[in-house]
Protein backbone atom coordinates (compact mmCIF):
# COMPACT_ATOMS: atom_id res chain seq x y z
CA UNK A 1 0.00 0.00 0.00
CA UNK A 2 1.19 3.34 -1.44
CA UNK A 3 -0.76 6.08 0.28
CA UNK A 4 -0.99 10.01 -0.72
CA UNK A 5 -2.06 12.15 2.18
CA UNK A 6 -2.88 15.16 1.62
CA UNK A 7 -4.33 18.44 3.84
CA UNK A 8 -5.28 20.80 0.53
CA UNK A 9 -5.55 24.92 0.98
CA UNK A 10 -6.12 28.04 -1.45
CA UNK A 11 -2.54 28.88 -0.15
CA UNK A 12 -0.54 25.74 0.59
CA UNK A 13 -1.12 22.48 -0.19
CA UNK A 14 0.62 19.60 1.80
CA UNK A 15 1.17 16.36 0.51
CA UNK A 16 3.01 13.29 1.73
CA UNK A 17 3.43 9.71 0.68
CA UNK A 18 4.01 6.74 2.78
CA UNK A 19 4.23 2.70 2.55
CA UNK A 20 3.91 0.28 4.77
CA UNK A 21 6.01 -3.03 5.25
CA UNK A 22 7.09 -6.06 7.93
CA UNK A 23 4.40 -3.45 10.56
CA UNK A 24 6.81 -0.60 9.46
CA UNK A 25 5.35 2.78 7.88
CA UNK A 26 8.57 4.14 4.97
CA UNK A 27 8.37 7.76 3.95
CA UNK A 28 8.89 8.33 0.47
CA UNK A 29 8.37 11.83 0.14
CA UNK A 30 6.54 15.12 1.01
CA UNK A 31 6.34 18.69 0.16
CA UNK A 32 4.03 21.71 -0.21
CA UNK A 33 2.24 23.04 -3.01
CA UNK A 34 2.44 27.05 -2.77
CA UNK A 35 0.61 29.07 -4.79
CA UNK A 36 1.14 32.97 -5.46
CA UNK A 37 -1.43 34.64 -3.05
CA UNK A 38 -1.00 37.89 -5.89
CA UNK A 39 -1.86 35.14 -8.81
CA UNK A 40 -5.72 35.13 -9.87
CA UNK A 41 -7.48 32.37 -8.29
CA UNK A 42 -8.20 30.08 -11.85
CA UNK A 43 -4.29 30.02 -11.94
CA UNK A 44 -3.62 28.88 -8.20
CA UNK A 45 -6.71 26.07 -8.30
CA UNK A 46 -4.87 25.26 -11.85
CA UNK A 47 -1.18 25.01 -10.43
CA UNK A 48 -2.53 22.72 -7.54
CA UNK A 49 -4.44 20.57 -10.28
CA UNK A 50 -1.41 20.27 -12.56
CA UNK A 51 0.92 20.21 -9.24
CA UNK A 52 -0.59 16.75 -7.73
CA UNK A 53 -1.59 15.45 -11.20
CA UNK A 54 2.51 15.87 -11.91
CA UNK A 55 2.80 14.48 -8.09
CA UNK A 56 1.05 11.10 -8.46
CA UNK A 57 2.61 10.29 -11.99
CA UNK A 58 5.62 10.90 -10.36
CA UNK A 59 5.09 8.70 -7.14
CA UNK A 60 2.83 6.51 -8.11
CA UNK A 61 0.55 6.04 -5.30
CA UNK A 62 -2.31 3.64 -4.88
CA UNK A 63 -4.64 5.25 -2.56
CA UNK A 64 -5.14 8.17 -1.34
CA UNK A 65 -6.29 9.80 2.13
CA UNK A 66 -7.80 13.35 2.86
CA UNK A 67 -8.65 14.72 6.10
CA UNK A 68 -12.60 15.70 6.72
CA UNK A 69 -12.79 19.71 7.17
CA UNK A 70 -14.87 21.02 10.17
CA UNK A 71 -15.34 24.79 9.73
CA UNK A 72 -16.40 27.16 12.60
CA UNK A 73 -15.21 30.34 11.22
CA UNK A 74 -16.86 31.67 8.12
CA UNK A 75 -18.25 31.45 4.84
CA UNK A 76 -16.19 32.78 3.14
CA UNK A 77 -13.11 30.69 4.49
CA UNK A 78 -15.42 27.58 4.16
CA UNK A 79 -16.19 28.67 0.19
CA UNK A 80 -11.76 29.29 -0.14
CA UNK A 81 -11.05 26.24 1.60
CA UNK A 82 -13.74 24.00 -0.86
CA UNK A 83 -12.23 25.33 -3.58
CA UNK A 84 -8.89 23.93 -3.04
CA UNK A 85 -9.92 20.65 -1.20
CA UNK A 86 -12.64 20.12 -4.66
CA UNK A 87 -9.75 20.40 -6.65
CA UNK A 88 -6.96 18.25 -4.95
CA UNK A 89 -9.72 15.57 -4.38
CA UNK A 90 -10.72 16.20 -8.58
CA UNK A 91 -7.10 15.52 -9.32
CA UNK A 92 -6.89 12.63 -7.53
CA UNK A 93 -9.82 11.29 -8.84
CA UNK A 94 -8.57 12.10 -12.22
CA UNK A 95 -5.84 10.33 -11.91
CA UNK A 96 -7.72 6.68 -10.30
CA UNK A 97 -7.18 6.51 -7.14
CA UNK A 98 -9.53 5.84 -4.63
CA UNK A 99 -9.73 8.87 -1.94
CA UNK A 100 -10.91 8.43 1.57
CA UNK A 101 -11.83 10.68 4.13
CA UNK A 102 -10.71 10.29 7.74
CA UNK A 103 -11.78 13.00 10.69
CA UNK A 104 -9.61 15.40 12.37
CA UNK A 105 -9.83 13.53 15.20
CA UNK A 106 -9.31 9.71 13.46
CA UNK A 107 -5.98 11.31 11.95
CA UNK A 108 -4.51 12.96 15.31
CA UNK A 109 -5.00 9.85 17.14
CA UNK A 110 -3.51 7.43 14.68
CA UNK A 111 -0.56 9.30 15.26
CA UNK A 112 -0.50 10.67 18.31
CA UNK A 113 -2.30 7.94 19.91
CA UNK A 114 -4.58 11.12 21.02
CA UNK A 115 -7.68 13.09 19.46
CA UNK A 116 -6.64 16.48 21.08
CA UNK A 117 -3.10 16.69 20.50
CA UNK A 118 -1.08 20.10 19.39
CA UNK A 119 0.19 20.66 15.92
CA UNK A 120 3.50 20.55 17.42
CA UNK A 121 3.28 16.75 18.67
CA UNK A 122 1.68 15.81 15.47
CA UNK A 123 4.93 17.20 13.58
CA UNK A 124 7.06 15.57 16.21
CA UNK A 125 5.33 11.95 16.00
CA UNK A 126 4.92 12.12 12.08
CA UNK A 127 8.84 12.99 12.38
CA UNK A 128 9.46 9.94 14.47
CA UNK A 129 6.84 7.33 12.92
CA UNK A 130 8.72 8.14 9.52
CA UNK A 131 12.26 8.59 11.24
CA UNK A 132 12.50 11.95 9.41
CA UNK A 133 15.71 13.77 9.67
CA UNK A 134 14.05 17.06 10.63
CA UNK A 135 10.64 17.82 11.21
CA UNK A 136 8.30 18.09 7.83
CA UNK A 137 6.96 21.79 7.04
CA UNK A 138 2.90 21.59 9.15
CA UNK A 139 0.93 20.97 5.96
CA UNK A 140 2.85 18.41 4.63
CA UNK A 141 3.36 16.89 8.39
CA UNK A 142 -0.68 16.72 8.49
CA UNK A 143 -0.60 15.46 4.79
CA UNK A 144 1.76 12.79 5.92
CA UNK A 145 -0.13 11.65 8.82
CA UNK A 146 -3.79 11.56 6.97
CA UNK A 147 -2.01 8.87 4.77
CA UNK A 148 -0.57 6.66 7.87
CA UNK A 149 -4.21 7.22 9.22
CA UNK A 150 -5.19 4.93 6.13
CA UNK A 151 -2.94 2.79 6.15
CA UNK A 152 -4.12 1.99 10.08
CA UNK A 153 -7.42 1.63 8.85
CA UNK A 154 -6.74 -0.17 6.49
CA UNK A 155 -7.85 -4.28 7.05
CA UNK A 156 -4.76 -6.70 7.95
CA UNK A 157 -6.38 -8.55 4.87
CA UNK A 158 -5.66 -5.56 2.45
CA UNK A 159 -2.16 -5.16 3.80
CA UNK A 160 -1.61 -8.89 4.01
CA UNK A 161 -2.88 -9.17 0.17
CA UNK A 162 -0.74 -6.24 -1.07
CA UNK A 163 2.54 -7.37 0.79
CA UNK A 164 2.46 -10.58 -1.36
CA UNK A 165 1.81 -8.69 -4.60
CA UNK B 1 -15.92 35.85 -29.17
CA UNK B 2 -16.99 32.27 -27.95
CA UNK B 3 -18.00 32.36 -24.12
CA UNK B 4 -18.81 29.45 -22.00
CA UNK B 5 -20.71 30.38 -18.78
CA UNK B 6 -21.30 28.43 -16.10
CA UNK B 7 -23.32 27.75 -12.66
CA UNK B 8 -21.32 25.19 -10.35
CA UNK B 9 -23.04 23.08 -8.13
CA UNK B 10 -21.98 19.89 -6.54
CA UNK B 11 -25.74 18.31 -8.05
CA UNK B 12 -26.11 20.54 -10.71
CA UNK B 13 -23.64 22.14 -12.84
CA UNK B 14 -25.20 24.65 -15.12
CA UNK B 15 -23.17 25.37 -18.52
CA UNK B 16 -23.77 27.34 -21.76
CA UNK B 17 -22.04 28.47 -24.82
CA UNK B 18 -22.53 31.85 -26.70
CA UNK B 19 -20.78 33.12 -29.30
CA UNK B 20 -21.48 37.91 -30.37
CA UNK B 21 -21.38 38.73 -34.23
CA UNK B 22 -22.92 41.67 -35.87
CA UNK B 23 -24.02 42.98 -32.59
CA UNK B 24 -25.77 39.63 -32.37
CA UNK B 25 -25.98 36.77 -29.22
CA UNK B 26 -25.79 33.77 -31.08
CA UNK B 27 -26.40 30.24 -28.75
CA UNK B 28 -24.24 27.17 -29.59
CA UNK B 29 -25.22 24.63 -26.81
CA UNK B 30 -26.23 24.60 -23.14
CA UNK B 31 -26.60 21.73 -20.85
CA UNK B 32 -26.63 20.69 -16.89
CA UNK B 33 -23.86 18.10 -15.81
CA UNK B 34 -25.84 16.27 -12.85
CA UNK B 35 -24.45 14.00 -10.52
CA UNK B 36 -25.66 11.35 -8.68
CA UNK B 37 -26.53 12.03 -5.19
CA UNK B 38 -25.55 8.72 -3.70
CA UNK B 39 -22.14 8.83 -5.17
CA UNK B 40 -19.38 9.58 -3.08
CA UNK B 41 -17.83 12.95 -3.47
CA UNK B 42 -14.65 12.05 -5.58
CA UNK B 43 -16.55 10.56 -7.92
CA UNK B 44 -19.06 13.37 -8.23
CA UNK B 45 -16.18 16.01 -8.60
CA UNK B 46 -14.18 13.66 -10.88
CA UNK B 47 -17.11 13.77 -13.04
CA UNK B 48 -17.68 17.32 -12.93
CA UNK B 49 -13.98 17.91 -13.98
CA UNK B 50 -14.00 15.26 -17.05
CA UNK B 51 -17.33 16.53 -18.24
CA UNK B 52 -16.51 20.26 -18.48
CA UNK B 53 -12.89 19.33 -20.14
CA UNK B 54 -15.18 16.99 -22.71
CA UNK B 55 -17.45 19.84 -23.20
CA UNK B 56 -14.41 22.82 -24.10
CA UNK B 57 -12.52 20.05 -25.98
CA UNK B 58 -16.23 19.59 -28.20
CA UNK B 59 -17.09 23.31 -28.34
CA UNK B 60 -14.08 24.91 -27.96
CA UNK B 61 -14.78 27.82 -26.33
CA UNK B 62 -11.79 30.87 -25.67
CA UNK B 63 -13.19 32.69 -22.67
CA UNK B 64 -15.36 31.42 -19.52
CA UNK B 65 -17.12 33.70 -16.90
CA UNK B 66 -18.57 32.07 -14.16
CA UNK B 67 -20.89 34.02 -11.43
CA UNK B 68 -18.88 35.19 -7.64
CA UNK B 69 -20.66 33.61 -4.98
CA UNK B 70 -22.53 35.32 -1.88
CA UNK B 71 -23.70 32.84 0.44
CA UNK B 72 -24.98 33.70 3.32
CA UNK B 73 -26.55 30.39 4.57
CA UNK B 74 -24.57 28.23 6.46
CA UNK B 75 -21.10 26.79 6.49
CA UNK B 76 -21.22 23.62 5.25
CA UNK B 77 -23.35 24.38 2.36
CA UNK B 78 -20.14 27.33 1.25
CA UNK B 79 -17.84 24.29 1.98
CA UNK B 80 -19.64 22.41 -0.75
CA UNK B 81 -20.13 24.60 -3.45
CA UNK B 82 -16.54 25.71 -3.16
CA UNK B 83 -15.89 22.20 -4.04
CA UNK B 84 -17.92 21.95 -7.19
CA UNK B 85 -17.22 25.66 -8.16
CA UNK B 86 -13.42 25.26 -7.77
CA UNK B 87 -12.72 21.53 -9.63
CA UNK B 88 -14.91 23.64 -12.36
CA UNK B 89 -12.57 26.79 -12.14
CA UNK B 90 -9.73 24.65 -12.35
CA UNK B 91 -11.09 22.55 -14.94
CA UNK B 92 -11.46 25.49 -17.37
CA UNK B 93 -7.67 26.46 -16.39
CA UNK B 94 -6.36 23.41 -17.27
CA UNK B 95 -7.84 23.15 -20.82
CA UNK B 96 -6.19 26.85 -21.63
CA UNK B 97 -8.89 29.34 -20.90
CA UNK B 98 -8.96 32.44 -18.70
CA UNK B 99 -11.80 32.88 -16.65
CA UNK B 100 -13.38 36.05 -15.77
CA UNK B 101 -16.01 36.30 -12.42
CA UNK B 102 -18.64 38.39 -12.33
CA UNK B 103 -20.80 39.17 -9.10
CA UNK B 104 -24.83 37.91 -9.50
CA UNK B 105 -26.06 41.33 -9.77
CA UNK B 106 -23.85 41.85 -12.93
CA UNK B 107 -24.92 38.71 -14.31
CA UNK B 108 -28.79 39.64 -13.78
CA UNK B 109 -28.15 43.39 -14.81
CA UNK B 110 -26.60 42.49 -18.11
CA UNK B 111 -30.01 40.25 -19.19
CA UNK B 112 -32.72 41.64 -17.39
CA UNK B 113 -30.90 45.71 -17.20
CA UNK B 114 -31.99 44.77 -13.39
CA UNK B 115 -30.19 43.58 -10.80
CA UNK B 116 -32.81 42.06 -8.69
CA UNK B 117 -34.77 40.37 -11.44
CA UNK B 118 -36.33 37.18 -10.01
CA UNK B 119 -35.18 33.72 -11.51
CA UNK B 120 -37.92 32.92 -14.04
CA UNK B 121 -37.29 36.37 -15.44
CA UNK B 122 -33.82 35.78 -16.41
CA UNK B 123 -34.66 32.17 -17.83
CA UNK B 124 -37.24 33.97 -20.12
CA UNK B 125 -34.54 36.74 -20.87
CA UNK B 126 -32.02 34.49 -22.09
CA UNK B 127 -34.83 32.34 -23.57
CA UNK B 128 -35.56 35.82 -25.93
CA UNK B 129 -31.91 37.14 -26.20
CA UNK B 130 -30.71 33.81 -27.58
CA UNK B 131 -33.85 32.90 -29.52
CA UNK B 132 -34.32 29.72 -27.90
CA UNK B 133 -37.28 27.55 -28.40
CA UNK B 134 -37.81 27.52 -24.63
CA UNK B 135 -36.66 28.17 -21.35
CA UNK B 136 -33.12 26.41 -20.85
CA UNK B 137 -33.13 24.61 -17.29
CA UNK B 138 -32.27 27.18 -14.53
CA UNK B 139 -28.69 26.08 -14.43
CA UNK B 140 -28.41 25.68 -17.94
CA UNK B 141 -29.82 29.30 -18.02
CA UNK B 142 -27.95 30.91 -15.82
CA UNK B 143 -24.94 29.72 -16.87
CA UNK B 144 -25.69 31.25 -20.35
CA UNK B 145 -26.68 34.44 -18.49
CA UNK B 146 -22.87 34.40 -17.34
CA UNK B 147 -21.85 33.85 -20.61
CA UNK B 148 -23.09 36.77 -22.03
CA UNK B 149 -22.13 39.59 -19.08
CA UNK B 150 -19.20 38.50 -20.16
CA UNK B 151 -19.83 39.80 -24.02
CA UNK B 152 -21.53 42.67 -22.44
CA UNK B 153 -18.60 43.71 -20.13
CA UNK B 154 -15.41 42.98 -23.15
CA UNK B 155 -14.45 45.67 -25.16
CA UNK B 156 -15.73 47.01 -28.37
CA UNK B 157 -11.93 46.69 -29.59
CA UNK B 158 -11.58 42.81 -28.36
CA UNK B 159 -15.03 42.39 -29.79
CA UNK B 160 -13.67 44.04 -33.28
CA UNK B 161 -10.57 42.21 -32.62
CA UNK B 162 -12.74 39.18 -32.85
CA UNK B 163 -14.68 39.74 -35.46
CA UNK B 164 -11.74 40.60 -37.92
CA UNK B 165 -10.35 36.95 -37.51
Same mark, same amino acid.
Given at each position: +?????? $??????????????? $????? =??????????? &?? *?????????? %???????????????? @? #? #????????????? /????????????? &??? /? *?????? %?? &????????????????? &?? +? @?? /??????????? $????????? +????? =??? *? +?? /???????
Amino acid at each position: +MRVLGI $DPGTVVTGWGIVTFN $DRQFY =HIANGCIRTKS &QS *PLPERLGSIF %AALSHIIQEHRPNQAS @V #E #EVFISRNVQSALK /LGHARGVAIAAIN &QAG /L *PVHEYS %AL &QVKKSVVGYGRAEKGQV &QE +M @VR /LLLSLPKIAPE $DASDALAAA +MCHIN =HAS *P +MT /LAKEHRQ
